[in-house]
């Protein structure tokens, strides 16, 4: 039997009891007259059976309301759990002992475990190591107050990236024991944001605050608007160097008087002009303050301009809206005419300089060969296939120079020679030999007082290293000879032996070419070898 009530009120339950059970007698009353022909039951026994068949009904009645009370408790229950497990936030159980004993399914999302990973364990194993101090100390007063409270934390989630969530706690008490509720949310991204503005804001704050002074109180009253207005334009007035506003379309808004002064008109004649028409002057808007510029980042490296003989250095802030539109664009221009006549003034004292260096060098060189007639000219010819050959290895421009000067005076620690042996016709003694090898150390004592840009001085030391370390004064090896000094090395040989001296005579090309090529990789650098080969086949001669 099936019955629905609308009450489940004990009174109202028993009385529709009592009216379907009187409506149930009354039928079997009528079926029972026609076939007994009018028996009655004793009155008792009839009253008793009324007793039970009440009872009955109303024990069927209570059963049904019990199914549909327990139909709508699972019903509830099943919807308490999808709301808990895929609530918006994460939400945990802790005990005294802080073990986590109940856990959502975005709680195990946000951590990156699963359920099984988070039950009967201690939440400080996902806490971070800096913040495990804080967490405890927050764990130990949530367990002594009723009243909800909240941190926010770094947890080390399943893929070892860290994540700020934020712990809103409340304690209560399950089965007489002290628990801890807790609802998780993910702020990193909020945390992320914040400190990006945070940072934006820094970079931009002084530079914004004198520009939007007025613009913060629009709605006040006309004094305020004023005065403000005046503070700014006060700001602009107090920089030395010309500034103006403009709009979107290029007209000037604000103007310092130093950029009316510049102009040639009153400041007020300057506002609502195109600026490209007024100072600097132009056939049209300039390419580096175009639409696309002014939505850009701020010009912060400058843009050199001209205006007749002025140079300036014009630094470019665009001011953007809400809307991350640009609407302003402000122009600093700085006047570096000055400096840039400075530099030319430096560049060409420089040169001067140079060239000073150059005849100083020319110098040397001379003194060298007036004490050696008969290797007069010698360290010119080194020089000149030197420069041939560190072209030909495609060297730049400032190498070759101090390759040609190295070169021309690689000897000059000869002048600690006696004359009489430079100049001695015949054969020379070992003694004598000796004295000529002290050279390159006599020329770096000489040289290395002086604070030339290239190495000079390591030219003289090392043009009689070899490759293979066979040279001299220490026997250096490869990439221990500087570069400039293998070059020299090749180039000295190929001339001593091109030219004619009193101890040998002068040697053919062919001949030469066949020594350096012989010991390309032994004593000389493969790499100069193969461009002395080069430019003498070229046609280079000394």
């Known amino acids: ?126 806490v971070a190591t800096e913040h495990l101090g804080r967490w405890h100390r927050y764990f130990m007063r949530a367990l002594q107050h009723v009243e909800p409270s909240n941190i926010e934390l770094v947890f080390q989630h399943g893929d070892s990236s860290a994540h700020y969530i934020r712990l809103d706690c409340r304690s209560m008490e399950t089965e007489g024991e002290p628990t801890v509720r807790i609802a998780l949310t993910d702020i990193s991204e909020q945390k992320q944001l914040q400190e990006a503005l945070k940072q934006r804001v820094d970079e931009v704050e002084k530079s914004r605050q004198s520009m939007l002074f007025m613009l913060e109180d629009l709605n006040a009253s006309k004094d305020q608007i004023e005065r403000g207005k005046k503070e700014w334009e006060a700001t602009f007035d107090a920089v030395k160097h010309p500034i103006f506003l403009h709009d979107s379309e290029g007209k000037i808004v604000r103007a310092n008087r130093v950029y009316a002064k510049k102009a040639g008109m009153p400041l007020a004649q300057c506002i609502g002009r195109l600026f490209w028409k007024v100072f600097p002057k132009t056939e049209s808007r300039p390419e580096y303050c175009n639409p696309d510029a002014m939505s850009s980042v701020p010009v912060a490296e400058g843009v050199e301009i001209t205006d007749g003989d002025l140079c300036y250095m014009v630094y470019m802030h665009p001011i953007f809206d809400e809307n991350n539109v640009s609407q302003f664009s402000i122009h600093v221009m700085e006047d570096i005419t000055r400096r840039k006549l400075n530099s030319h003034e430096l560049k060409r004292r420089s040169m001067l300089l140079s060239a000073s260096l150059q005849g100083a060098i020319q110098a040397l060189s001379n003194a060298v060969e007036i004490r050696d007639p008969y290797t007069a000219g010698h360290q010119k010819g080194v020089s000149k296939l030197a420069v041939a050959l560190a072209r030909q290895m495609h060297l730049d421009a400032d190498r070759i120079c101090g390759i040609e000067l190295g070169a021309l005076i690689h000897d000059i620690g000869k002048v600690a020679i006696p004359a009489e042996i430079l100049c001695k016709p015949g054969k020379l003694s070992s003694l004598e030999c000796r004295l000529i090898k002290e050279h390159p150390e006599v020329g770096i004592g000489i040289l290395k007082v002086i604070d030339f840009p290239w190495p000079v001085a390591e030219i003289a030391h090392q043009h009689h290293e070899r490759l293979d370390g066979s040279g001299y004064p220490q026997g250096l090896k490869a990439e221990a000879i500087c570069l400039e000094a293998r070059i020299v090395a090749v180039a000295d040989v190929v001339e001593a032996m091109l030219s004619h001296r009193p101890y040998h005579d002068a040697l053919s090309l062919e001949a030469v070419m066949d020594e350096i090529s012989r010991n390309s990789g032994k004593l000389y650098d493969p790499a100069v070898a193969g461009a002395c080969l080069a430019v003498f086949a070229g046609g280079f001669q000394l």
């Open 1 to 126: 039997m099936t019955v629905s009530n609308k009450s489940d009120h004990p009174d109202s339950l028993r009385a529709a009891a009592e009216a379907l059970c009187a409506k149930e007698e009354v039928g079997r009353a009528k079926h029972s007259d026609a076939q007994s022909g009018g028996d009655e039951q004793p009155r008792p026994v009839k009253a008793l059976l009324h007793s039970l068949q009440v009872h009955q009904i109303e024990l069927e009645m209570q059963n049904d309301t019990l199914r549909r009370k327990q139909l709508e408790l699972e019903t509830s229950r099943n919807r308490y759990v999808d709301l808990y497990d895929f609530a918006p936030v994460g939400y945990l159980t802790l005990n005294s002992k802080e073990l986590i004993s109940d856990v959502n399914l975005t709680a195990t999302k946000l951590l990156g475990v699963t359920r099984k990973q988070l039950l009967k364990r201690r939440l400080a194993a996902f």
